[in-house]
């Protein structure tokens, strides 16, 4: 927000359940904790009005900014992401052992269809404000 250094407003948008399903769009707020050097986070949606922040972890983060690891210290979520649809093998793997290292069962984790640039995915001009912004103001 603008003249904060530590409050993010992000947007998620996806399609429910398949490519043509209905449109979701998502705009929690993130809060940077004091500590942690800024890969910690809390997140605050909009249905959830409790006093509490749900927990976001940048557990890895690139030099280029273009993959990341989310985790939580539960060990009952994690995600891998990044910022093109696929990854090549050598990337995907490495991502797979942080999030072995950091305790997680990754027989567990699932790959979510990616389709970009193909109807009815979301335009350009749809696309704008981007979703959380990895590389900062």
């Keep these: 927000r603008p003249g904060t250094t530590d409050v993010v407003d992000t947007t998620y948008v996806f399609r429910e359940g398949a490519f043509d399903g209905e449109l979701v769009t998502l705009r929690p707020t993130g809060y940077v904790e004091a500590e942690g050097g800024g890969a910690r986070w809390g997140m605050k949606f909009a249905w959830w009005q409790g006093p509490?922040?749900?927990?976001?972890?940048?557990?890895?983060?690139?030099?280029?900014?273009?993959?990341?690891?989310?985790?939580?210290?539960?060990?009952?979520?994690?995600?891998?992401?990044?910022?093109?649809?696929?990854?090549?093998?050598?990337?995907?793997?490495?991502?797979?052992?942080?999030?072995?290292?950091?305790?997680?069962?990754?027989?567990?984790?699932?790959?979510v269809p990616q389709r970009w640039g193909v109807p009815p995915d979301l335009s350009p001009g749809e696309r704008t404000p981007a979703g959380p912004r990895l590389s900062g103001p």
Excluded: C, N
């Design 52 to 111: 509490f922040r749900l927990e976001y972890l940048v557990a890895f983060l690139d030099p280029g900014y273009t993959r990341t690891v989310i985790a939580r210290s539960a060990r009952d979520y994690v995600w891998i992401m990044a910022r093109t649809p696929t990854l090549p093998p050598d990337q995907w793997e490495e991502l797979v052992r942080v999030v072995r290292d950091l305790g997680y069962d990754t027989a567990k984790l699932r790959v």
